[in-house]
Structures are given as C-alpha cells and as structure tokens.
C-alpha cells in the first residue's frame, strides 16, 4: 500500500500541521476581530475617560553638617559651645523628612484636608490651584466631618446653592459663614477669577488618612552614598500639588530644625543672663572692699620686696583661681538644676567643663527635654509616653547633680593640695606687712570674680550671636521641578496588553473548547490516534433530502470529492479487477448508506459493472435511499434454496449501470446467516460477476458482522464522520490497523465543513464545483 499519498501519524510536527493549526485558528476570525474590537476599544476608554495621568514631581536637599563646614552658623566664635555643635545622619534626616509631624504641618499648611472636584464626561476630576474659582476656609470641624462632602452650586454674581450629602440645598452668599453639625466655614471666590455657573464637590477628607498616604508616596533617597544630598520625589495627578507638597515639606523640615536650635539657645542665654547678674553683684562688693581698704590704711602700691617674696605663690595662686572658677560654674549649675527641679528646662552648656561623663549627661538631659517639647506639641502631658519622658528626666536631673558633687569634690580636693603646698612659702610672706597681705588678698578675690564676668559676657555674646545668625539646616538645591509629561498610565503598554488580550482570549477559548470536545474535528484528531490511510474525505451535503449526488454531468464540489476517493482507491489497487470493498463505521448515522451509494454511482459511471450489497441485515437503508420496490433480499436468498442469485438482483434506477442486492426481512440471527457457505458462494459469485462489489456492513463499534467479511473484502472503508464520531472511537480502527482483523483498512472523513479545516483532495479548496471549473477555463 502506497502511503506517500495518505498522511501518516507523525512524531515530529512538519509544516502541514502548523499550517493546519493557523487554518484552524484563522477559520474564527470574527471571535478574533470582535475580541480584538473589544479590547483595544476598552482600553482606548480606559485611557480617555477613566484613567488618571500620573506625574513625577522631584527635588534636591542638602543636608548641612556643622562637623563638616557646612553650616553657616558655625562661627569661630563659638568653637567652645559644644551644646551648638551638631553632627547630622543622613538617614536620620531621611526618617524626620518622612516623619508624620511634618507631614500634619505641610497638610495644614496647604489646606490640603479640602479638595475640590467637577463634573466631567464620565468621572469627576480634581482642580487645584490656579484653576479653583473658590475655596472654603475651615474654621471650626470636629471629628465627623471626615468623609463628608457637600455640593456647591454657583451663580452668576455673589451667591451660590449649597447640597449637603443628605440632599438638602440652602442658599448661601461668599465670605458667609456656614454652619453644618459636623463644623462651621466660610466659602470665598478666589481673587482674579471670574465665575461662571457650575457645580463643583467638595470632599472633606480625613487629615489622618492624608498623612498616612503622603508619607507612603513621598519618596526621600540619598543621591548617592557618599553625598549628603537627598533626592525627594512624588508622584500625584496634579503636578502643581505635587510641587507645593515638596516645597512645603523641604520648608517646614527646616523651620523645625530652627525651631528647635533656637529653642536650646534661648535657654543658654537666659541661663547666662542670670549668672552676669549674680557675678556683677559680687564683684562690685569686692571691689568696694578694695577701695575702702585701701582709703583706710592709705595704700597705693604694691612693695617691690612683696612680689619678690610671692613670686612662686604666685603660680598657685594662679591655679587656685582656674579651680574656684570651675568649682563656681559647678555650683552655679548645680544651683540651677535643684532651683529648677519639678520643672523642664534645658541645662546650660558646661561653660568650659571637659568632664566626657557630665557633657553627656547634659546633652542627654537636653536631647529628653527637646523630645518632650515636641511631643507636647501633639499630645497630652498624662501621655504615658511623656510621663516616661519626665521619669528619665528625673532619674537624669539625679545623676547630674551627683555628678556635679563628684567632680567639685574632686576640685576642692586640688584645691586644698595646692594650699598646703603653698604654705611652704608663707613663712616668706610673714614679712610682707600683714596689710599688704591681706590687699592682696582681696585683689585675688577681685580676679577671680573679674574673669568669671569676662568669660560669661564672651559666651553670652556668643549665644546671642548664634541666635541671630541661625541658618537653615538644609539648603534646596533644586526647588521642586518636573510634571510636564505623564509618566502614567503608558498607552503603549496598555494598548499591547489589550492587544495581547484579544488575541489570547480567542485563542485560549478556542484551544479550551477544543480539549473539551470530545468528538473528531479535524484530521489531526485522526492521526494523532491511528496510522490507517486517510482515502479521503466528503464534503457537507447541503440538500439533505437527495441521496444520489454523483452522476454524469454533476461538478458540485461533493461529487468531485467521490472521483477523487474513487481516484485514491484505484491508486491503491494497483491494476486489480474484481475487487470488493466493505464500507463500515463505528456508529449509526455516520453516513454508511450515503457513502456506499455514491461510491457505487461515481465507479458505475467510469462504465464498470457495479454492484451494491446492503449486509446491515438489523438495520437495512440502501432500498428506502434509492427508492427500490419491496422484494427479494440477501435473507430470502439465504434461506431459501429455491431462489437464485439473479432474483435478488434489482438495477438502481437513480444509477444507471449500478446493481443493487437488498437486505430483505430482518433475521433473527444474520451473524450465522453471514458464515454459512451459501453467503461465501453468493460473494464469489458477484466478485466474478462484478467489476466492483460495495457492502454496506452494519457498524463494527456497535455489532461485529463486518468482521466475518474479512476474507471476501479487498478493501475496508472506515467511515469518520466530522463532530460526530468520537475521538475515542478511533482507537477500533487503530486496533483493525494493528491486529490486521480487517484487509486494508482506509478511512473516509464524511460531512467536512470549513470549520474542520478541510485539506484533504479538492474540498472547499478546490472552489466549489461549477463556478472554479469555469474560472479554470476562463483562464485557461
């Protein structure tokens, strides 16, 4: 058997099937243009009516370091105040930036808690800014007003409608005040813009919520790592809210920063005030006390032989006056902090003190102060994070004065060692008159006083200095910028997705449906399953009520499917006469009859001697197809040795030159009636007779009387029947194929359409009969 001609079952995929699988796919182009249609049309509306442009807003900060130069304020002046030097972490200025107390004053600030929509064609949209024609100033909301919304109607002139949201409508004029139950406000017409009649909405939004969602989409990062310079970004659907949010975070963020500097300088210079005063008593009492003693014992200088006797005491002396001026500053601030106990004030600068224990007790005490006042600023003082804050603030205020005691006990103890040893030289001394002794005395007592006074005036004019000269933290290198172009939704991507869509729907819904039927579709369908030849297939039979479609001078395009089936099944027999062919299928209603007949009509009229057997002896259709008369049949003959096989020969009268035997009555048992030696007699008979003998076998899914024909039949024509026979039915003919039960088996694909992807002979390919015939010989 030659199967160059007949598609076998193939491993690999060649080009054919994927040319048949486009053919497939491409038969539903309409489910392809009407998805195609859908989705570029949905997200073309997507784009023009629903979607909501998105724009990136960024700017530069830098961070200023005092350690690194960076600071205006760190004036030479003031090397020594260490409570105004600061060191600032880059990431720590990332956390304050996206901190939610900055965050609730740039929304305040902005009035950003009120938001203003129009109507639009489909959705409302938001105006702001330059295009707001009015604008509500809050006076007073309490907590339920978050969420509500109110409907302004305006008129041309003063006057406008107000809808609350329960649909009530009262009459209002601008720079009236309104009272709702949830809070009072004040509508007002912006200045320089001209009213019109409309409808604008205005949404009361909850400031909480606000705060939450800017911090998330307010972006703070680092240029690069080596840089103090912070890249803040946003992205919003009004580029000119985006601007302002950044603007007012960057500016805030440095008023905060001020805020809280000058706060600890104010607090210095109170401080220093305080003890100039105190100092200012004591050293006009001294030098009172040297101006008298003076006028009372007449003294106007010091005796050349006193400095020579006191010149090494001198050095001690010196000493002593360094260690009473630290032990004063200690006391001072140890006076400060028990004057001040219960409440809460920054301590001073240690003033020179160089103890690293008591610097950082100070600076911790004060770090605590200022992360009280903040704290205050937004809640309670029964706050139970306060009320933390002021038991640290105790337990601190303890341990700096215990602190304080310690290093002055360790001075007096200096102190003391430098008395005893300048004792060495008071024998000297004993000879320098007691009233220049005692001047002496009191013009020490005037230096020690005298330098407390110079240092406390040089450091209250280096507070007040860096009070005044207090620049900001950070510097905006770039105000905030960008906007111009959407950066979202991308049309392009949404166009290729919804492209992509409506070329996957189609495909996915047509391959789901696919695996889902469980009948034969296409040819595929066959030989994925079985290597049985394919001899052809025919086409949908559109009159239904014609049994005969091959005759003479028939061209229509199921007539020239039977010649090519004829044509195939000549190619297979090689130059063999006499053959006899059995047409069988899996199942009723697969088109047996129809085939048999026109099969027998397309050979007889080539002018061979035709002759068809209807042997569905349980189920007989060939004599009702071709209208023959009640009469003599395959059983009678069989039953009857009286009848001879020419009785039982009947001539077609819709075919000319085609014979037909009928079935007869039906048998009780046609099985036995097939194996007895009459009926082998009988098909030798026509075989010798006969150039061609068609049987018309009941279906062998169902009944196995086809297979007692396997030694008269050349040639066994399976019947496939286009969405109708079961894909699992195949495995019979593979079975046939394989265990060889029938002789050359071939299948026959019956009631092709364009939708099972006819490729197979002429078919729908071949255009349909007459009109391709004359096209052919136009062009011919």
Known sequence: MNDALFPLKSDQPDVKDIKQLLRQYSRHWYWFLLALTLSLGVAFLYLR???????HVYSTLLVKDDK???????????TDLGSFKTTRNIDNEMQVLKSRTLMERVVSELGLSTTYMV???VVDREIYGRGLPIKVLINNLDSTAAGKSFTLHLKPGTSFTLADHNGQSTNHSFGQQIRQPYGTFTIVATPGQRLSAGKITVHLRDVQQLINHYNQVVSVQPVNKEASVLLVSLVDPIPEKAKNIINKLMEVYNKEAIEDKNLMATNTLKFLDERLQYITTELSTVEK?????KSKYGLTDITTQASEYTTLASDYNRQLSEWAIQIDVLESIEDYLRKTTGQYSLVPSTLGIQDATLLGLIAQFNELQLERERMLRTTQPSNPLVQNINEQLANLRVNILENLRNIKRGLQITSNNLKNTSGQFQSQIKRVPAMERALLEINRQQAIKQNIYVYLLQKREETALSLAATASVARVLDPAMGGDYPISPNGQTIYLIALLVGLGLPLAGIYISTLLNNKVQTQQDITNVTATPILGEIVHNNDRNKTVVVSQDSRSPIAEMFRLIRSNLHFEALGK?????????????????????????????????VILLDLDLRVPKVAAELDLPVGLGITDYLINDNILITDIIKPSHKVPNLDVISAGPVPPNPMELMMSPKF??????????????????????QVADAFALRSFADFSIYLVRYNYTYKAQLKIVQNILKNKTLNNPLIVLNDAKEANGTNYGYGYGYGYGQKALKRKKTVG
């Open 49 to 55: 009516y629903y979607a909501i442009p998105q724009y």
């Open 289 to 293: 006390g040297v101006e008298q003693y």
């Open 68 to 78: 690194s130069g960076q600071s205006l304020s760190s004036a030479d002046a003031l």
């Open 119 to 121: 109507e639009g064609r």
């Open 680 to 701: 082998a007699h009988l098909l030798q008979e026509l075989k010798e007779s006969f150039d061609y003998v068609i049987i018309d076998t009941p279906p062998i899914g």
């Open 577 to 609: 006469t006499h053959l006899m062919v059995l047409v069988t299928s899996s199942m009723g209603g697969e088109g047996k009859t129809f085939f048999s007949i026109n099969l027998g009509a397309s050979l007889a009229i080539t002018g061979k001697r």
